[in-house]
């Protein structure tokens, strides 16, 4: 895609890639680095609570049931899309971050004074998982009110590169926090990184809800209506509902299998999945090209490809080195493939029912993480880790054939 934009001596120029993200108010970019120390501290949480439930219950179900029941919010997300599609963003977004501070201090007052059970392990993950669902809804909201259109591709880029890099640098601080600090020290420095979202949201343009007369099951009809009418929209993200589908049944047990099977310690673990994120960060840090000039179907049967490949091989892996290729892999292209889905969703969902849609989206993409997550632990416990890794990578690998068939078929988000 590119655009026209007019330098101080009043030529024109060209603009596109990262060059567009000058086209944004700069409290929304400040806003969307600060989101980089609130994911980092998220993926502490993502760390401790699994090696809290290992060691209460080192089983793949009792892995595959956090994965599954923190994800149970998600039922909710159409509703709750239609509240911040009544609201003020910004808003969303600090109280979100100051519900988050206040779950993960509760969690760690548990933990100190010895009352910290596994279903109390499983409501924490659930609520932080779901207070998270929401911001993610109101920050996609806040892009869709407060950016012009010509900067979308770059400002859904920043986000998912911010969301990549966090994700993969949070277990590799994690890891040795746990190791060497301990379980509190890490869901300690969990609850402060979520300030560094809410300060900055604080100075975040007033976006100014559309009206709405929707109530109750109501809230559903015109956001399913509005997906509908957007093929494609509705194409990519059932292909990435399936993606993690599969993605989640391997992540639910990555934990559990980098313990159980290889022994390895949590600086370990947390080390290698910082390496690990070097392929999909790289991918992200050229999300912008690959969006605008690549096809879309070209690009979504490339990354199912790399992943069920990734999957297939990440369960015989037995060095470090061969896992950080293969969760690699595994991950892939998630940076591009966020990117298309979010730019193609702003330009083809009104903004009046876009929370709804976009929690629609969340609640399609989102609802297989645990039932993906759930069967792995069943199929693990009667076949194990390898067989069930490669299972889901086979059956990634399959999906790429309904995307040559679908309204996805050479189509460019640059067109």
């Known amino acids: 895609m590119m655009q026209e934009s007019t330098d101080p001596g009043g030529s024109s120029r060209p603009v596109s890639g990262w060059q567009a993200l000058g086209l944004c108010p700069r409290p929304v970019v400040y806003f969307l680095y600060g989101t980089f120390a609130s994911n980092v501290g998220q993926g502490f949480f993502r760390l401790v609570l699994p090696w809290l439930v290992y060691n209460l219950n080192g089983t793949p179900e009792a892995l595959g049931t956090l994965a599954a029941i923190q994800f149970l919010p998600g039922l909710l997300l159409p509703w709750l899309g239609a509240l911040v599609d009544r609201s003020d963003a910004r808003r969303v977004i600090a109280g979100t971050s100051l519900l988050q501070i206040a779950v993960t201090v509760f969690t760690l007052l548990l933990f100190l004074v010895g009352h910290l059970s596994l279903w109390l392990i499983y409501m924490?993950?659930?609520?932080?998982?779901?207070?998270?669902?929401?911001?993610?809804?109101?920050?996609?909201?806040?892009?869709?009110?407060?950016?012009?259109?010509?900067?979308?591709?770059?400002?859904?880029?920043?986000?998912?590169?911010?969301?990549?890099?966090?994700?993969?640098?949070?277990?590799?601080?994690?890891?040795?926090?746990?190791?060497?600090?301990?379980?509190?020290?890490?869901?300690?420095?969990?609850?402060?990184?979520?300030?560094?979202?809410?300060?900055?949201?604080?100075?975040?343009?007033?976006?100014?809800?559309?009206?709405?007369?929707?109530?109750?099951?109501?809230?559903?009809?015109?956001?399913?209506?509005?997906?509908?009418?957007?093929?494609?929209?509705?194409?990519?993200?059932?292909?990435?509902?399936?993606?993690?589908?599969?993605?989640?049944?391997?992540?639910?047990?990555?934990v559990y299998f980098f313990r159980s099977s290889l022994h390895w310690s949590a600086s370990e673990v947390g080390l290698v999945g910082m390496a690990a994120g070097l392929f999909p960060v790289a991918l992200g840090i050229i999300g912008p090209y690959l969006a605008e000039h690549m096809r879309i179907d070209h690009l979504l049967i490339a990354t199912l490809g790399l992943s069920g490949l990734g999957m297939a091989v990440l369960g015989f892996v037995r060095n470090p080195a061969a896992a950080v290729a293969a969760v690699g892999l595994l991950d892939g292209a998630v940076a591009p493939v966020s990117i298309i889905m979010a730019t193609l969703s702003q330009r083809q969902i009104k903004s009046a029912v876009y929370g709804r849609v976009s929690a629609m989206q969340s609640l399609l993409v989102n609802l297989p993480l645990p039932a993906g997550g759930a069967l792995a632990g069943v199929l693990a416990q009667s076949f194990g880790i390898p067989a069930t890794f490669s299972l889901l990578g086979l059956l990634t690998l399959l999906s790429g054939a309904p995307v040559l068939r679908s309204g996805l078929r050479r189509l460019h988000l640059g067109s």
């Open 124 to 254: 924490s993950a659930m609520l932080a998982t779901g207070l998270g669902m929401v911001a993610y809804n109101a920050q996609n909201v806040l892009v869709r009110r407060a950016t012009p259109e010509r900067a979308r591709v770059s400002v859904n880029a920043l986000s998912a590169i911010v969301f990549t890099v966090a994700w993969y640098v949070s277990p590799g601080l994690a890891g040795p926090t746990i190791s060497h600090l301990g379980i509190a020290w890490a869901l300690g420095i969990n609850a402060a990184a979520y300030v560094f979202v809410l300060v900055p949201s604080l100075f975040l343009p007033r976006t100014a809800p559309g009206p709405s007369e929707e109530r109750g099951l109501n809230v559903l009809r015109p956001a399913w209506a509005a997906l509908r009418q957007a093929p494609s929209v509705l194409h990519i993200t059932l292909v990435f509902a399936f993606w993690n589908f599969t993605w989640g049944g391997v992540y639910a047990l990555e």
